[in-house]
């Protein structure tokens, strides 16, 4: 049978690998984001001091299943949560567990569902309480890198435009970009070509073309960049023990700039805005 094979590989693929989507396939990737974006708003009344992140995942699983929808993450290289939360020094992949939140603790949740074959991938910040004034120079940073990366997304511009302008603004902020993980394009599969670094220079890498679809999702830690996996495979840490904040959209290029799928129907992005 070819039917579900030629269905992921709708469209074309540029000389860097990169899939060229239809003008229709934006509005299967508008309702997966979509979906992505209503369950982290519903988040935010799930963090509190107390919590634990293993009832935030609970939460978040049952909220999948109940939109007739899949986990990508459930199953994916034999990890089996509906989300990665990531609390204070983890930088991504954290594993929701029975440990307990506390005051002042800041936590990336991330939540990838499949709709209908479409992948909508996001995560923000969350805090537990009080958001101390260093975690909320860190928080807002990193918001406004994913931004300046998202500006940047427009047809001939290049994946190291997004990049450099992340990585000049976190870094005139003294704070520093997470070389280890990256985005990555997406569509009716979770990771595919490009690599989307959150650092690099200016002009390099491939072209935007319109009909890319790919997530960018800065990791920025206070400390040092380097990061260390844990024993489980998954967790991710910053080596120095500093705070890590990651923000992440799911975008699409359009003829003249950026779609972005995954915009919160509450407007709660950010973790101070309500
Ligand atoms: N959602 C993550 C990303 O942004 C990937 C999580 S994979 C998992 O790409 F297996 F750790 F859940
Ligand atoms: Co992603
Ligand atoms: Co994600």
Redo the contacts with the bound molecule.
């Keep these: 049978m070819e039917t579900a094979l030629d269905d992921k590989h709708r469209g074309r693929l540029t000389k860097d690998g990169i899939r060229i989507y239809e003008a229709d396939d934006f509005a299967g990737m508008h309702k997966a984001g979509e979906l992505a974006a209503r369950i982290l708003d519903d988040m935010s009344d799930a963090v509190f001091p107390g919590q634990t992140t293993g009832e935030i995942d609970r939460i978040i699983t049952d909220r999948v299943h109940a939109a007739g929808a899949t986990s990508?993450?459930i199953g994916?290289?034999g990890?089996q949560?509906a989300?990665?939360i990531s609390v204070n020094h983890v930088v991504?992949?954290g594993i929701p567990s029975e440990k307990v939140l506390k005051d002042g603790d800041i936590l990336n949740i991330?939540?990838?569902v499949i709709v209908d074959g479409w992948f909508g991938?996001s995560?923000r910040m969350y805090v537990a309480g009080k958001l101390s004034r260093k975690a909320e120079r860190l928080i807002q940073v990193t918001h406004d890198a994913l931004f300046k990366g998202i500006e940047a997304v427009k047809p001939g511009n290049t994946f190291g435009d997004i990049g450099h302008a992340i990585q000049a603004y976190v870094e005139a902020h003294r704070m520093s970009v997470v070389r280890d993980f990256c985005?990555?394009g997406l569509g009716r599969v979770?990771?595919a070509p490009p690599n989307v670094l959150h650092y690099g220079r200016a002009g390099t890498g491939a072209v935007l073309e319109e009909g890319m679809f790919f997530?960018i999702?800065p990791m920025v830690n206070l400390g040092r960049p380097e990061t260390k996996v844990l024993a489980d495979d998954?967790t991710a840490v910053t080596r120095d023990k500093s705070l890590s904040a990651q923000f992440?959209h799911s975008v699409g290029v359009t003829a003249t700039g950026v779609d972005i799928f995954t915009l919160s129907p509450a407007g709660k992005f950010h973790p101070t805005w309500s």
Aim: negative net charge; charged residues 20%; aromatic residues 18%.
């Design positions: 990508a993450t994916y290289k990890y949560h989300s990665c991504c992949h991330d939540v990838t991938d995560s985005g990555h979770f990771h997530t999702e998954w992440e």
